[in-house]
């Protein structure tokens, strides 16, 4: 919340009277890339509404992953989502830090989240570790056939 009130006061401040909206606090500017790009309001309605529904699918699919994870008796999954994509928890928290991106962008959410999506993507590569010591071979071939982040558009056989 505070980050939007920061981002208008230093572009403000660098760019003076070059900011051509009226009103910098209104709602709808907030949308930093619509506003600093001239959309419309009816443009930036729809840049809230693309970020909520980014979020919406990195949630169901983190809300997935954790259910199969949790229901399976500390067996591999390999079924459901996990034929499509190794971590979708993860893939899950990138979607929605970029739809919060899409949706409420500061200056200081665009500067931090490089460094938060490098920090996610290291937790996964330790936690195969571990569960390549639980299951050995059979994560293996699991692991040669199924993406990490990015899903495959085929199930994995």
């Given at each position: 919340?505070y ?52 979020m ?102």
């Amino acid at each position: 919340m505070y980050g939007f009130h920061l981002t208008i006061y230093v572009l403000y401040s660098l760019l003076g009277s070059e900011i051509t909206f009226a009103d910098p606090f209104q709602h709808l500017n907030g949308h930093l890339l619509g506003t600093l790009f001239g959309a419309n309001d009816f443009a930036k309605i729809l840049i809230c509404m693309a970020g909520g529904f980014v979020m919406g699918i990195g949630l169901v699919m983190m809300g997935n992953g954790w259910k199969m994870i949790h229901e399976s008796k500390e067996e591999l999954v390999t079924s459901g989502i996990y034929s499509y994509i190794r971590h979708p928890q993860y893939s899950g928290l990138f979607l929605i830090s970029v739809g919060m991106l899409i949706q409420c962008s500061t200056l200081l959410t665009i500067l931090l989240w490089p460094f938060l999506i490098f920090a996610y993507y290291r937790l996964p590569l330790k936690e195969e570790r571990d569960v390549l010591e639980m299951f050995g071979n059979e994560y293996l071939n699991y692991k040669s056939s199924v993406p990490a982040f990015i899903p495959k558009m085929s199930r994995q056989e």
